[in-house]
């Protein structure tokens, strides 16, 4: 067990609706990154929060936003889901904005119809 | 051309063969080089990480480094059933917060 939880552990729904994933870090960890996991895509970057910052931003739609509030967790909030964006997203979380270690949760499989 | 390539396999082998898995990168930039291990339906655990050229050991795995020719490896000696997951490989520049990922290899210790 990584420390890092994430919920819902799956989620399905259908095309055009909304969903808010969600994130719980480590105990002590300040920066919380967002992944999304496709088959053909491998692991891609969405975004990384640092105590409630926004540091950095990667592929992410702007269909997408997430937060990270006072008391450290974070949600991504996806919204007007298409087929394609059915994948698995993963959380990590990590002490400081610049650490290697970083720890991931288990993941939400999210699968739109 | 992805910033990070990585042969996704399969790979197959005995148990007790060394394995050898291998990630290629475009970006010298990168200076701290990762190895994670996925097991299905989980989050990627880390592994080991080195900071720029060399070898680091562990145990079983050995993380190599080779900025010259920007192409990082991890072997694994003595596989064992356990070790069957996905291996990502990721790269993170010295100033900055991503972490790319190659898209991972399968393997499988067959008994």
């Known amino acids: 067990d990584s420390g890092v939880t994430q919920t819902p552990k799956h989620l399905i729904t259908a095309t055009g609706q909304r969903v808010t994933l969600r994130c719980s870090p480590r105990?002590?960890?300040?920066?919380v990154y967002w992944y999304q996991q496709s088959l053909d895509q491998g692991l891609q970057f969405l975004i990384h929060?640092?105590?409630?910052?926004?540091?950095a931003k990667g592929n992410i739609l702007e269909r997408f936003s997430a937060q990270q509030f006072p008391d450290l967790h974070s949600e991504l909030n996806l919204s007007s889901l298409e087929l394609g964006d059915s994948a698995l997203y993963f959380c990590a979380s990590s002490v400081t904005s610049g650490n290697t270690e970083a720890f991931f949760g288990q993941g939400t499989r999210l699968t739109v119809v | 051309q992805k910033e990070v390539e990585q042969d996704p396999g399969p790979l197959s082998v005995p148990e007790g063969a060394i394995v050898s898995l291998n990630c290629t990168y475009s970006n010298s930039a990168f200076q701290y080089f990762m190895w994670y291990r996925q097991y299905s339906r989980k989050g990627p655990e880390l592994l080991m990480y080195?900071?720029?050229?060399g070898n680091k050991e562990d145990g079983r795995f050995t993380a190599q480094v080779d900025k010259s020719s920007k192409y990082i490896s991890l072997f694994i000696r003595d596989s064992q059933p356990s070790d069957s997951a996905t291996y990502l490989c990721?790269?993170?520049?010295?100033?900055?917060?991503?972490?790319?990922f190659g898209t991972g290899t399968s393997l499988t210790v067959i008994p």
């Open positions: 990721a790269m993170r520049m010295d100033t900055g917060n991503q972490f790319y």
């Open positions: 080195t900071y720029s050229s």
């Open positions: 105990s002590g960890d300040l920066s």
């Open positions: 929060y640092y105590n409630g910052e926004e540091r």
